[in-house]
């Protein structure tokens, strides 16, 4: 007699982070994610020409310690990936943030269901910031303002301590 068992699949979660440096941050980063998610998290960095090419050593030697999947994908890495779509690689230019796109891109083709993205220059807390993007795909009843021009000044939730108006 065969059972089945229904296996609920845990959503990718992944960290998308461009640089032109050395990403020495995800050392530190890194033991923060597996404190609240091991076995949870990827990490996908995408360089630019200027980018190091001792970025891939520190990559999997974070990857090796922490037990995060740490994936560098340096231009080369990037043409070879999104090869079937020319035109995209053509759009976006080299030396320009918006190379950024080409990383949340590829996590997509990885299987990303929620995708965080830092910057290189990011501090981060030791909360669990990766469950702070857990309402994604999920809805959230939230109180509707209306007024009667159709137009709600935000302004007028603000109270100064001497009752003086913000506008």
Known sequence: ERSQTLIELMPRTMISTTTIRMP????????????????EVEWLITGDTKTPPETRELCESVSEKSGIPVKYFNIQD??????????????????????????????????????????????????????????????????????QSSWFNAA????????IPFY
């Not at 020495?24 to 076995?39: D, L, N, S």
């Not at 007028?156 to 009752?163: D, K, L, N, Q, T």
């Open 24 to 39: 020495h941050f995800i050392e530190e980063c890194a033991p923060k994610i597996v404190r609240y998610h091991p076995g």
């Open 78 to 147: 990037q043409e070879k990936r999104l090869k079937d779509w020319p035109e995209l690689l053509k759009l976006v230019p080299y030396k320009s943030y918006v190379r950024k796109l080409l990383g949340n891109f590829i996590a997509y083709l990885e299987g990303c269901d929620t995708l965080v993205m830092l910057d290189d220059d990011n501090f981060l807390a030791d909360n669990d910031f990766i469950s702070l993007h857990n309402i994604v795909g999920k809805s959230k009843p939230i109180p509707l303002i209306k007024s």
């Open 156 to 163: 007028e939730a603000f109270i100064e301590e001497r009752g």
